[in-house]
Each structure stands twice: as C-alpha cells, then as structure tokens.
C-alpha cells in the first residue's frame, strides 16, 4: 500500500513560518489534503487538492506539492497553530484515503 | 454543511463488541462517502473503512477485514461500524468523517464527528 512519510515533529518561533512535509512515491500526481488536530479535539481539514483552503481557514495556511514531496506551509505562526498535522492522499488502486504518521508542530 | 453527531463512551470487555453511530444533519449525508478513523493514545489516525450511503456497499481496510462492519441507514441518516473481537489494542477513539464531494474516498474528509472513545478492558 501507499505510504505516506512524516517528520514527527517540527518546532517554529511565533511568526516564523513553519513547513511540514510528506513524502511519497511521486506524491506530485497525487492530490493532498492535510489536516490539523488540536490537542483533544477532533481533525480538522485545513488544506485540500494539494493548496486550496475550506471557507474559514485563514491564508497563512497554504500547500505545495511536488516531485516525491508535499509541503504544508503555514506563515506567521501564532500559538494557536500549535497542533499535531496530518496528510492525507488517496490510494486510486484500492480506492481508500491513506493517512501520514503525522507531525507534532511545536510554537515556541 | 452536515454536521455529525456520534454516540457516546464505551468500555468494553476484551472478546465483545462495540457498535459505534453517527448521525449526520444538515446537507447531504446520502451520497457523500462516511469514513471511520481511529486514533489509538498517543498515535496517529488510522482509516478503517468507510461506505457511500447511496450506493450501500463498505470499503474496509485490510487490516480490519472480518472484524469490521461498516452499515449506513438513509432513513435515519446514520452510519455504522461495528467492531467485533475486542482487544486492548482496540482503545482508541473513533472518528466518523463526511467526504466533500459525491460518490467518492477521493474527496477530502471535510466534516468530522467529535469522536467516541472505546475503551476496552477486563
């Protein structure tokens, strides 16, 4: 099955900007949806299609995706972003969504 | 937009099974694909399978093939996944998700249910 490659953390100071990525064999044809999931609650879909944002979703958020490689960017990092992410691509072969480990997103 | 509401804790004994709900109000539950996802502590999400209420049939993960079912009723709005032949490994809390689009897994999980924790212990 697909997998779907995860640093397991990454830390950023307040309003830096923080990148996360995914990584996948030739995920660049894929399309990516990354998710962010707060300390006891719920995921949520904070970009999809690889770099389009659901109403709401602020624009610090954005998505590339590339090559072997997904980027999750988020700009001007406040405490709040403080959360584990997720990507998330779909398997065409089994026709199932495929989750990455996630990574653990530190403010300092 | 549709929002989810699941049913509430469960403690479990190992052996025994568990039968999740989740029922969907507001926007379109019937063609727009349901996936169940569970996060065991201190771990990842893990997608265990979903169904397209419309068309009826499960899409189940292979790790969870046979012990899985995953049943939705259009009447009600609500899916279903039971989980059968408890085991510790089993503590986690499980996640109900609505798909943006219809008919497909392909869409992104838009929509997502609080969550209802199994924990499974004798």
């Known amino acids: 099955s697909y997998v779907l490659t995860q640093p397991p953390s990454v830390s950023v100071a307040p309003g830096q900007t923080a990148r996360i990525t995914c990584g996948g064999n030739n995920i660049g044809i894929k399309s990516v949806h990354w998710y962010q999931q707060k300390s006891g609650q719920a995921p949520e879909l904070v970009v999809y299609?690889?770099?389009d944002r659901p109403s709401g979703i602020p624009d610090r958020f954005s998505g590339s995706n590339s090559g072997n490689t997904a980027t999750l960017t988020i700009s001007r990092v406040e405490a709040g972003d403080e959360a584990d992410y997720y990507c998330q691509v779909w398997e065409s072969s089994s026709d199932q969504p495929v989750f990455g480990g996630g990574t653990q997103m530190t403010v300092l | 937009q549709v929002h989810l509401v699941q049913s509430g804790a469960e403690v479990k004994q190992p052996g025994s099974s568990v039968k999740v709900s989740c029922q969907a109000s507001g926007g379109t539950f019937r063609t727009h694909a349901v996936s169940w996802v569970r996060q065991a502590p201190g771990q990842g999400l893990e997608w265990m399978g979903g169904?397209?209420?419309?068309?009826?049939?499960?899409n189940y993960a292979q790790k969870f093939q046979g012990r899985v079912t995953i049943t939705a009723d259009g009447s009600t709005n609500t899916a279903y996944m039971e989980l059968r032949s408890l085991r510790s490994e089993d503590t986690a809390v499980y996640y109900c998700a609505s798909h943006m689009g219809d008919y497909y897994y392909y869409y992104p999980m838009d929509v997502w249910g609080l969550g209802t924790t199994v924990t499974v212990s004798s």
């Open positions: 299609d690889d770099g």
């Open positions: 169904i397209i209420p419309f068309f009826g049939t499960p």
